[in-house]
């Protein structure tokens, strides 16, 4: 098998092992508000980009990105200007979860750098997240009942309404990095070129 080849099999395998994952949701119901965190679905698409650098990184992440956009059609449905619409199909599907083929940016620094980048890659995501949240959703009013104690400030709104779920998520794929980062035969599959 030709390497581009093999790249674009490992791309696709690491794309739906992440879609998979992202339905695996053990702590979907601690949020009343929204969010959930998933089984590190992330971490193969970060893999991915540590693997094969980040323009290939990026490529997978779009189309996680365009995943994500379709199990959430139901944005069309909330109410939302043309603005804020665009803003929040831009900031909380598209860019935040193709922020994740940064992963890749510190590849040549070994196991240090990996894990650099994957926490990079999704404090990115939830800066993504964040914006969207001061800019679109605190703007809308919409969601302001459900958290009354933080509804007359928009960024820690956000912070709350977005760390909640994202500060555990970017903490768990860490983890599960760090340990399948130290088994031998993955770290030489990362190494392969």
Excluded at 48 to 68: M, N, P, T, Y
Excluded at 112 to 132: E, P
Aim: glycine content about 10%; hydrophobic content about 55%; aromatic content about 12%.
């Amino acid at each position: 098998m030709n390497s581009k080849t093999k790249t674009l099999v490992e791309g696709a395998m690491m794309l739906a092992l992440a879609i998979v994952l992202t339905f695996v949701t053990p702590f979907k119901k601690l949020f009343p508000f929204g969010g959930e965190i998933t089984l590190v679905s992330m971490l193969p698409v970060c893999l991915f980009s540590i693997r094969h650098g980040v323009k290939k990184g990026l490529a997978i992440a779009l189309l996680f990105a365009g995943f994500q956009f379709s199990q959430g059609l139901s944005v069309f449905g909330w109410g939302l200007t043309t603005e804020m619409l665009i803003t929040c199909i831009a900031m909380d599907y598209f860019l935040a979860y193709t922020v994740l083929g940064f992963a890749g940016m510190f590849r040549k620094k070994g196991m240090g750098g990996w894990i650099c980048g994957i926490i990079i890659a999704l404090t990115m995501r939830f800066l993504c997240h964040f914006i969207s949240g001061v800019v679109v959703f605190a703007s809308t009013g919409k969601i302001w009942d459900e958290l009354d104690f933080v509804a007359e400030n928009k960024y820690v709104y956000s912070l709350v309404y977005n760390g909640a779920y994202m500060l555990p998520e970017i903490i768990l794929t860490t983890v599960a990095a760090v340990i399948l980062l130290k088994v031998p035969s993955i770290c030489r599959i990362i190494n392969e070129q």
